[in-house]
């Protein structure tokens, strides 16, 4: 199946796709959201510097000033990785174009931003690593909220 596609056509193999990539779309400002926060109430303890655009500096930044207070997780490190490799997922998903798809796997192209010429890179997903994305997005709202609520607290 080609990028230029209809929607009518194979929708019933489309659909779960779409749905996956919309959740992992439309779920991740939730969590940005909370991250956000988490940053705005430590700076607000700091001298306010300025403000960080980056998801990467926003990641940073919490990690060098969470104060040791917070209970609420055991792994801040494991919870950026996760935080990273679901922003990866989802900016690919929500920037990239559908290539070909079938039940089983979907291939999306995303222009390399990085690249000083015109360059598409090519992902290939399987339904299980957008599922697990979908997971991941889930749990890591979740601790990003206890994150902010402890802040609160704390703050």
């Given amino acids: 199946m080609s990028s230029a596609f209809s929607l009518e056509e194979n929708k019933e193999m489309l659909e779960p796709w ?12 939730s969590v940005e959201r909370k991250i956000d926060e988490c940053v705005v109430i430590i700076k607000s303890t700091k001298s306010n510097g300025k ?14 000033n969470l104060p ?9 490190d494991e919870i950026i990785r996760l935080t990273k490799g679901t922003s990866q997922v989802r900016d690919i998903c929500a920037h990239g174009v559908i290539e070909n798809y079938d039940a089983d ?12 010429d015109y360059h598409v890179e090519m992902y290939t997903f399987d339904k299980n690593q957008l599922s697990l994305a979908g997971n991941n997005l889930n749990y890591v709202f979740e601790t990003w909220e206890l994150i902010a609520s402890d802040l609160h607290k704390l703050c």
């Fill in 18 to 29: 779409l749905c996956v990539i919309g959740l992992i779309t439309v779920m991740w400002s």
């Fill in 51 to 64: 403000k960080l655009m980056k998801l990467a500096d926003k990641l940073n930044y919490i990690k060098e």
């Fill in 68 to 76: 040791k207070d917070i209970s609420c997780i055991s792994d801040l």
């Fill in 105 to 116: 796997k979907m291939s999306i192209g995303k222009v390399q931003g990085r690249s000083e």
